[in-house]
């Protein structure tokens, strides 16, 4: 049984920083990708960034793309997303997921659709605000 399991989120002012872990048990993530996304009240869950374990390959939503910047530590078994230059707007749940993904085979990537995934976590709270 896959778990996933954030940790990280709290608050935070404007332009502060934050890194967001994703811990997985119960498999190797070789031939999974990972995806961060994020639920702001009000509003539908979003992908934000995505990697692939297995050749590291990543991707961005627009709303994140240069302050956001997504890794994985394989001795952990662990994905990171570090967060800069945050916004009142990142305001949000933050989720990581995982999803079958095999490199070499043309599938497209990144994948930013929420129900390409098949597992979550249980998702850790980012406030910025003063």
């Known amino acids: 049984q896959v778990q996933l399991v954030e940790s990280g989120g709290g608050l935070v002012q404007p332009g502060g920083s934050l890194r967001l872990s994703c811990a997985a048990s119960?498999?190797?993530?070789?031939?999974?990708?990972i995806g961060w996304f994020r639920r702001a009240p009000g509003k539908e869950r979003e992908g934000i960034s995505c990697i692939s374990w297995s050749d590291g390959s990543t991707g961005y939503a627009d709303s994140v793309r240069g302050r956001f910047t997504i890794s994985r530590e394989s001795a952990k078994n662990t994905v990171y997303l570090q967060m800069n230059s945050l916004k009142p707007g990142d305001t949000a749940v933050y989720y990581c997921?995982?999803?079958?993904?095999?490199?070499?085979?043309?599938?497209?990537?990144?994948?930013?659709?929420?129900?390409?995934?098949?597992?979550w976590g249980q998702g850790t709270q980012v406030t910025v605000s003063t």
């Open positions: 119960g498999v190797t993530l070789e031939n999974y990708a």
């Open positions: 997921a995982a999803t079958k993904y095999y490199t070499g085979y043309g599938l497209p990537f990144p994948i930013f659709g929420e129900y390409e995934y098949d597992f």
